[in-house]
């Protein structure tokens, strides 16, 4: 195993570890905010599912090792884009800004190719547009539906029930929703990273291809997830428990559960979308539900722009950082 190939899988499980605490927010922080939960209970069963819900399947991180880029490039590539990723990660945690970790990895590893070869021909652009950019629209339209639907549902179906009642009864259903979603989370968000680290391996000889992703890669990502999330992340949770809108515990239960159902399909299919874009969609189609100004739009629209900006800015960082690396490794 040479020396880049371990950096690259230090910094990968690094970059898993940010990704817990930059994103668990994004699953636990309803929760916390209608006080269904504790920050000490909500990250406790956060780290716990995300650690179950790595091991839950290959299926997107197979789409990140193959689908995305040709793996005919050198280990600093793929270093770069890890590098790439983890700065825009850092400085969206820094000003409190729920981005999207799985675009910032892969629009990094895009621009890092690109970079690399001095052309486009590396990028496998329809992998780029059936994985990435056609759920990058939909998911979020369907958090947003979704959302709206569930939540008029449970206020038909619990219109005549004591409010006392149900805001007890849904208080101890966000504690499953909550489970439900960190799952969900892991499910998703983990295998991104352990594409990454399969990819390497592939491009260093070490495994075949269709080896699939190793138990070890597995293991270590998910141990890597979970210990990031039990850290937390308070910055971003302020801005997703009440900075989109005001929450109460069915529409709490109703967000999370509305996301983690839209991210067990899109990870059935292999697509690595955002958690962080369906969940802030969904409390939004939540918000929606009582009334359209329920929703505070401002703080809405400077989500939607990271979201846009996330691709071409790490396609951006993740070319700068292999084009500074070149300049060492010739």
């Known amino acids: 195993m040479t020396a880049i190939l371990v950096c690259v899988i230090i910094t990968a499980l690094i970059f898993e570890f940010i990704n817990g605490f930059h994103d668990t927010a994004n699953a636990i922080a309803t929760s916390v905010f209608t006080r269904a939960l504790t920050p000490f209970q909500a990250i406790a069963i956060s780290s716990v599912m995300n650690f179950a819900g790595a091991l839950a399947g290959t299926k997107v991180a197979m789409t990140v090792a193959h ?32 981005s999207s970790s799985s675009h910032a990895l892969i629009g990094s590893l895009v621009g890092a190719t690109i970079v690399f070869g001095m052309n486009t021909n590396g990028v496998i652009w329809t992998g780029v547009l059936q994985k990435v950019i056609i759920p990058l629209v939909t998911s979020p339209f369907l958090g947003l539906l979704v959302g709206f639907a569930s939540m008029n549902l449970i206020y038909k179906l619990f219109s005549r029930t004591n409010r006392a009642k149900s805001t007890n009864l849904f208080l101890k259903l966000q504690v499953v929703s909550a489970a439900f ?34 138990l070890e890669v597995k293991l270590a990502c998910a141990v890597m997830m979970a210990a990031g999330t039990a850290l937390g992340g308070r910055r971003i949770m302020k801005t ?23 991210i067990a399909v899109m990870s059935h299919f292999g697509a690595p979308i955002s958690t962080t874009q369906v969940l802030t969609t969904s409390v939004m189609g939540v918000g929606s539900a009582k009334r359209a100004s329920a929703v505070k739009w401002g703080t809405a629209k400077t989500i939607v722009f990271a979201w846009i900006v996330t691709l071409p800015v790490t396609a951006v960082l993740g070319g700068i950082c292999v084009f500074i690396m070149r300049l060492f490794v010739g």
């Open 181 to 214: 979603v960190a799952f969900e989370h892991g499910h998703n968000d983990a295998q991104k990273t352990m594409g990454i680290i399969t990819l390497a391996l592939v491009t260093n000889s070490v495994i075949d291809a269709s080896d699939g992703v190793p």
């Open 67 to 98: 689908g995305i880029v040709s793996a005919d490039f050198q280990q600093y590539v793929i270093f770069g884009a890890l590098l790439g990723a983890i700065l825009w990660n850092l400085f969206t945690w820094w000003k409190g800004i729920p």
């Open 240 to 262: 997703m428990g009440g900075g989109v809108t005001k929450l109460e515990p069915a529409g709490g239960f109703a967000a999370q559960t509305s996301s983690a159902i839209i």
